[in-house]
């Protein structure tokens, strides 16, 4: 079965906060592939590779984040891997 890519936009009280770390041991644990990174604006950007549960899971997660931060809002859209194959494999911090 095909994995699942989903790219999910986190937004509230999400950086300073060890969401990145969080959310990179939260995804190891489950076994998924990508990275998370901070954005510009204050959100954090994550991309998950996976099978399609274990993805919905670690999004159900994201809304909850870890407790130092506050999730506002958790948005996802599918994508696709670019021809760098960026999520080969592990999950990364990017900065």
């Known amino acids: 079965m095909a ?10 009280k999400v950086q300073g906060v060890w969401f990145r770390a969080w959310t990179r041991e939260q995804a190891v644990a489950l076994g998924l592939r990508g990275w998370v990174r901070n954005e510009p ?3 954090v950007r994550a991309l998950l590779v996976g099978p ?7 999004v ?3 809304h909850q984040g870890p407790d130092r931060a506050r999730v506002d809002a958790v948005e ?12 080969a494999g592990g999950f ?3 900065r």
């Open 3 to 12: 994995d699942t890519l989903i790219e999910a936009r986190v937004t509230g």
């Open 60 to 62: 159900d997660l994201l």
């Open 76 to 87: 996802t859209r599918s994508a696709t891997i670019a021809a760098d194959g960026e999520s």
């Open 52 to 58: 399609e549960a274990t993805v919905k899971r670690m």
């Open 41 to 43: 604006d204050g959100a």
């Open 92 to 94: 990364e911090i990017r």
